[in-house]
């Protein structure tokens, strides 16, 4: 199928509404991107394209896509016919006659849907007297169809055989009218393109919202009609009472109109049609009503995803109130004469054979097992059955369970459930205190040590004030010495009256005993230069415990 639903992944924030609201189990993939933020994109082979993401989505990052572009551009070459669904008139109430005017002015043919809703109304009657079929669940509604062939194809034999007003609208031209234009069908539906695809009736799917766009961007204005006026002329004749299909029990308002003996139930919106429709699925079918009339959208075909009307639920509702009267006067005073001498033109002109189809089912994915969902709780740090049931809904599932199926799946991780998060960061933490405890302690010994080594160093320097302080003295008197000896070296010298040999023996004593003083003197210098590097050491270790004092005090705060 194609791509219907598309994302923006610069837009997601991972607030994961789109899997909040979507009905279809395995239509969404969140992943964590490298970045660490979380992005869920589409799996179209498992999307029903409800649109209900695109609705729910506040930034942007759901949109969806239509033929409006390739429509508007086929119809430049060729002759188009178009069909237009009965929510036209709600979603646009006073241009929607502009709007088919505009494309009749363009050599289109213009179609009512709301004709292919009598002949569905008609075929479901004739089908349910002829026993041709059974209980059965109503198709107009392309999402339902696809959830039933995805998720519930064992309701596919309770699926109705009979087309939806769109696909008998075609069937009627193409094989009664003998038409093969190309043929585009103006509605509110997403969905709508894939029952185009799997029937191979219809080319081209434009939404009114799209639509609405197209003439925007383009500069298109079309006329204005009274809002309460529901008459227009179409190629062939316009339908009747067919033309409340899209509100809530449309078909069943139909139904009852010509047999109020029906037993028919119905349901709408995707928060309940889909859960009801799995519980359809469990029941036997004795319980079953003869028909029960579903649509994906809580108000009907006329608020659909692809309408993004401006009008109010109640606004709508009014407006298909007004078309109810308008529709049901012409019954008794139209053409026909009478309440059901449009039927009996059908029995007439039609077969009912000719508006039947068939679906195509899909295997559906295994589910997951118990020792397969044991593995991925044990991940989650889902120990016990409490933590297994917390069911916050912030992943955006329905339970602990179905997100545990989805990262079964490979359509979810564990790191976006919430719960297993803040499991992960209470053991970072407790890690970071249990951290932060022994950092305290080591820096406690450390500024221990610190201060016992301030000490050393204000002893050690204080030995070397006295060192500096002697090896000052002893350079002062062995200069004294020195010059003393020298004296008396030069006076033995000079005095002629003394022995030369008792003279030699004590210059040479005293030469000697200068030498040790200049040695001693040398010494002196030597100790003086290493007291004062390591005086400057001394005072650089000094400054290194300052700063190392400084910065584990900081360390401790």
Known sequence: ?????????????????????????????????DDGRFVTTVN????IACGECVK??????????????????????????????????????????????????????????????DICTWAHLRAIEQKKVGNVITQPCAAIVKYIEIY??????????????????????????????????????IAKKSEFEETGLAEYNVTFSKLEEYFDKNGIKVGTNSANDFEYKFEEMQGQVGSIYPR?????????????????????????????????????????????????????????????????????????????????????????????????????????????????????????????????????????????????HACGYKSCKDMATAICRGLNSADNCVVHAKTVLTARHSDLTRQHELLSEITNECLTLSDK???????????????????????????????????????????TTMDSGSVGQLVEILETTLDAFKDLDENVNVTNESSDVIRSSISEISGLVDNINENLKKTER
């Open 1 to 33: 199928m194609s791509e219907l639903i598309i994302v923006k992944p610069d837009k997601c924030v991972g607030c994961n509404s789109c899997v909040r609201s979507c009905p279809a189990p395995e239509a969404n993939i969140t992943k964590m991107l």
């Open 44 to 47: 179209p082979d498992k999307c």
């Open 56 to 117: 729910n989505c506040d930034h942007g990052a759901r949109d969806y896509i239509d033929d409006t572009e390739a429509a508007m551009s086929r119809m430049k070459s060729d002759k188009l016919i178009i069909l237009a669904t009965p929510a036209i008139k709600t979603t646009f109430p006073t241009k929607w006659k502009g709007i088919l005017d505009w494309f009749r002015s363009k050599g289109c043919i213009i179609y009512d849907v709301s004709l292919g809703a």
């Open 152 to 189: 519930q194809p064992k309701l596919l034999s309770n699926l109705s055989p009979i087309h939806s007003p769109i696909a008998c609208t075609i069937k009627y031209i193409k094989k009664y009218l003998r038409r093969d234009n190309p043929i585009a069908v103006l509605t509110p539906c």
């Open 248 to 392: 809530p029990g449309g078909l069943r308002d139909n139904l009852w109109l010509h047999d109020p003996n029906i037993n028919v139930a119905t349901s709408e919106g995707v928060h309940k049609v889909y859960p009801e429709l799995d519980m359809y699925a469990q029941m036997p079918d004795f319980k079953h009503p003869e028909v029960f009339d579903v649509l994906s959208c809580e108000f009907g075909c006329n608020v659909g995803p692809g309408s993004d009307t401006k009008q109010t639920m109640f606004d709508v509702m009014a407006t298909m109130r007004e078309i109810e009267k308008d529709t049901k006067k012409k019954r008794k005073t139209g053409a026909f004469g009478g309440a059901d001498k449009l039927f009996e033109k059908f029995d007439k002109d039609l077969k009912v054979s000719d508006f039947m189809r068939t679906y195509q089912a899909v295997t559906p994915t295994p589910p997951p097992t118990d020792r397969q969902l044991d593995a991925v709780f044990e991940m989650m740090g889902k120990h016990t059955d409490e933590e297994r049931n917390f069911n916050c």
């Open 453 to 495: 080594l301030k000490s050393s160093l204000v002893s050690i320097n204080a030995n070397m004030d006295t060192i500096g302080d002697s090896t000052h003295k002893t350079s002062e008197r062995a200069n004294v010495v020195n010059d003393l000896l020298t004296n008396v070296i030069d006076f033995c010298k000079a005095n």
